[in-house]
């Protein structure tokens, strides 16, 4: 349940941030690949 629960915050604070990205920054971090980072991949590998 722990590691549910901080999958759940990580994909909320992932969601927050890219959502007030401005363009700028947006398009630093898609040529730095890390606008969509694998949160799926990453809580796999938590449990």
């Given at each position: 349940?722990?590691n ?8 909320h ?24 980072p ?5 809580v796999?590998k938590v449990?």
């Open positions: 349940m722990i549910l629960f901080f999958y759940i915050n990580l994909l604070l992932f969601y927050h941030n890219y959502r007030h990205f401005t363009k700028a920054e947006e398009h630093f971090l898609k040529k730095n690949g890390l606008v969509n694998p949160a799926h991949l990453f796999l449990d």
